[in-house]
């Protein structure tokens, strides 16, 4: 009966998750029919459970005694206390999943854990590093013939136009194409949604507009976006607030900045206005691009 519930428990999880949208903090919804998948078997293992107990007094109609110390006749984890243990540790997800809200990342998270320019291990394809800052990098998905004809494609789409609209679906994949191939989007005229994080060091004229993003899950989440120069807008005398949302429009240029040691894509901004934040404040690499 207890398998039942719990296998129960991961259905009505998964279920809630689905229903209410917060599965997108999780995982890329890209993989969502993983967990349309992982429903139905938690439904069918659950009933194969509840099946199995409503026929244990039938296939045990007698109560088994074994008084013998050497009865070949075992039983897994005949230790109450180890039951109780792996109930517990099946129980814990679905606890969580179900009582404990979930929080959208914002620029609170980066003060804290603060960020850097990618050249680190994220950059040259070490798996054990999934935090990722400013570039989104799926080089470490790729073998490195794979990732460059991949890249090469997409920048196909971008190479030859003026103007850019980077929205939640090409956000992560258009970001990590200007890092990659700065010259080519040299001069380029681009706009994006994101909230404000303000430099911590440099004060005056520049923010970051970031989101936070995810590649495949959480676990390879991180927070994307550009350094914006605001030295032509109203910005510079009416200054925004962290985690204030804003779009903003402007020309990709590359400047040296002195905290990361490194020239990196910037945006000289020529509009930026507030906007509300959106419903789902994450975005998501697109893999079908």
């Not at 792996?86 to 620029?107: E, Q």
């Not at 990098?137 to 494609?153: A, G, H, L, P, W």
């Not at 001069?187 to 923010?207: A, L, Q, S, W």
Request: proline content about 4%; some cysteine; hydrophobic content about 35%.
């Amino acid at each position: 009966m207890i398998r039942f519930l719990i296998l129960a428990g991961y259905f009505e999880l998964m279920m809630s998750l689905q229903i209410s949208g917060r599965i997108d903090q999780y995982i890329n919804t890209h993989y969502r029919y993983l967990v349309i998948l992982s429903m139905v078997l938690s439904l069918a293992l659950a009933l194969i459970q509840l099946y199995l107990w409503t026929r244990q007094d039938d296939v045990h109609p007698h109560k088994h005694t074994c008084c013998d110390d050497h009865c070949e006749h075992h039983h897994g984890m005949e230790k109450k206390g180890q039951k109780i243990l792996v109930y517990c540790l099946l129980t814990l997800p679905i606890i969580v999943g179900l009582l404990f809200p979930t929080v959208s990342l914002d620029a609170t998270i980066v003060s804290a854990k603060g960020f850097h320019f990618p050249i680190s291990k994220e950059s040259v394809g070490d798996p054990e590093v999934n935090t990722q800052y400013l570039k989104p990098n799926t080089s470490i998905y790729f073998n490195q013939s794979d990732y460059s004809k991949r890249m090469d494609k997409e920048l196909k789409h971008y190479k030859d136009a003026s103007t850019i609209h980077i929205t939640d679906t090409n956000y992560l994949n258009v970001m990590e194409l200007i890092y990659n191939y700065p010259s080519e989007f040299q001069g380029k005229h681009i706009d994006y949604t994101g909230f404000v994080y303000n430099d911590p060091v440099e004060k005056t004229n520049k923010i970051f507009i970031f989101r936070f993003g995810v590649i495949h899950c959480v676990a390879d989440s991180g927070v994307f976006g550009l350094l914006n120069y605001t030295d032509s807008t109203s910005a510079s005398t009416t200054p925004f607030k962290n985690n204030e949302w804003v779009k903003v429009s402007g020309v990709i240029s590359t400047d040296y900045y002195a905290p990361f040691k490194a020239s990196i894509p910037t945006l000289k901004v020529d509009a930026i206005k507030k906007v509300s934040a959106p419903k789902n404040q994450y975005v998501y690499y697109n893999f079908d691009a």
